[in-house]
């Protein structure tokens, strides 16, 4: 039976892996096929990338819109943090839809289902299947066809911490590389290098730890799928959903907007910051909809300010239009060095609650060089060992890559699959 394993390492970008840091994905790489310009959506954010890699599309189709999103309820903008373990049912009450469009969990009910494993934020888990058509298997609450909760001999209580991420790499193995019953798709999402990247300087010693100790759990999957026999009916992926840029101030977005007479006050929710990290989504109520102009010029002139888009620019960008923002912001970057030799700096937009970003640490969301810069190598029927590709791929093609492994007919995806011609002829 031919199956698909995909291995995700949060948040790691591609020129930090090498024979020192990461020794099984390199030596990996040596014998998959790579991808050297591999891109991510924007915001490139986790919660963002996990539903355009579940649904093949990017997220002017699925709809998730950031790590944060804005609802409309009762007549008013209300903020919400997407990554919250009921988000995505909340959101299917409210508008009747939690993803836009179905998932790979729902498309492969036929073809032996998908089993998911995930150490990120609740929200970024179960975008993989919100509608429960496969299982999930968070810390938040695991669950099972139907959103049923699993049995408590079968829940995933591991924290996000090296420990953690090795009991889950265990029990994935077990459950979906090993077992007999084994899915069509498997995936194992870990929550590092990026929930260390966000509080750690990018290339300090600590990091290069937290770098070497993801690798070996990814080396432990490869070395297990390696070692099934019928590996050639195995299509194995590596890869990652964004990389970091070094943050090197944060900008408190909605005060600027107040003191520039565009916002009313701090609490007021006319409009709206939508906070991810390196983007930001800027929303306007309908009866403030004659401070568009005055909005759009202000963003235009601001130094933090990299790439501003408007609704006539979204559909380029991927941005969600339905119920969407009305402006968006990648924050400005440059390719400057920290003093580990790591490249990428740039601004940060401060988030809502207690978030803070740590000056020096990494963050994303946004287009800038080193979080556009995830990776992706592939072993398995249509890849060649050992090669590197050079030609444009994104994590929204992973989904119709794995389709045609599996011989599935591709449903509507805005992905590409990535086999060579010969593999399809």
């Known amino acids: 039976m031919r199956r698909a394993v995909l291995v995700i390492l949060d948040g790691l970008r591609r020129d930090l892996i090498s024979e020192e840091n990461t020794p099984h994905l390199y030596a990996f790489s040596r014998r998959a096929e790579q991808f050297s310009a591999h891109r991510t959506v924007f915001p490139s ?121 090795s009991v889950m790499t265990d029990r994935f193995i077990a459950r979906v590389v090993s077992a007999q019953d084994c899915p069509a798709l498997g995936v194992l999402w870990l929550g590092e290098p990026d929930a260390s990247q966000h509080s750690l300087p990018l290339g300090s010693p600590e990091h290069l730890a937290i770098l070497r100790s993801a690798d070996s759990h990814a080396g432990r999957v490869i070395a297990a799928v390696e070692a099934m026999a019928d590996r050639q009916d195995i299509l194995l992926l590596l890869g990652s959903d964004h990389g970091h840029q070094i943050v090197d101030e944060a900008i408190n977005v909605e005060a600027e907007l107040v003191s520039a007479g565009l916002k009313n006050s701090l609490e007021s929710d006319e409009v709206v910051v939508a906070s991810s990290g390196t983007a930001i989504l800027i929303y306007m109520h309908p009866d403030v909809a004659c401070r568009k102009s005055e909005m759009e010029r202000f963003l235009r002139t601001r130094a933090w300010a990299g790439q501003v888009f408007s609704r006539s620019e979204f559909e380029s960008a991927g941005i969600p239009l339905e119920a969407g923002p009305e402006f968006a912001v990648s924050m400005f970057s440059t390719e400057e060095k920290n003093g580990y030799g790591v490249a990428g700096k740039g601004f940060t937009a401060r988030r809502a609650g207690d978030k803070a970003d740590v000056i020096g640490a990494g963050q994303h969301g946004g287009l800038g060089i080193y979080e556009q810069m995830p990776f992706l190598m592939i072993a398995g029927q249509g890849f060649t060992p050992g090669s590197v590709r050079s030609s444009a791929s994104c994590v929204i093609d992973i989904a119709p890559t794995i389709f045609t492994h599996l011989d599935k007919p591709l449903p509507s995806f805005d992905g590409q699959p990535l086999q060579h011609k010969s593999r399809e002829e």
């Open 45 to 165: 954010c986790t919660r963002v990338v996990a539903a355009s890699i579940a649904t093949g599309c990017r997220p002017a189709r699925h709809g998730m819109a950031g790590n944060t999103m804005v609802l409309t309820e009762n007549a008013r903008l209300v903020r919400h943090d997407a990554g919250k373990p009921d988000f995505l049912q909340y959101k299917r009450h409210l508008t009747g839809r939690s993803l836009h469009v179905p998932t790979m969990a729902e498309h492969l009910t036929d073809k032996g289902g998908v089993v998911i494993f995930s150490n990120v934020s609740p929200g970024a888990a179960y975008a993989h299947d919100p509608d429960g058509f496969g299982h999930v298997y968070h810390r938040a609450g695991s669950f099972g066809p139907g959103r049923q909760p699993v049995p408590p001999a079968d829940e995933l209580n591991i924290a996000l911490d090296a420990e953690g991420e």
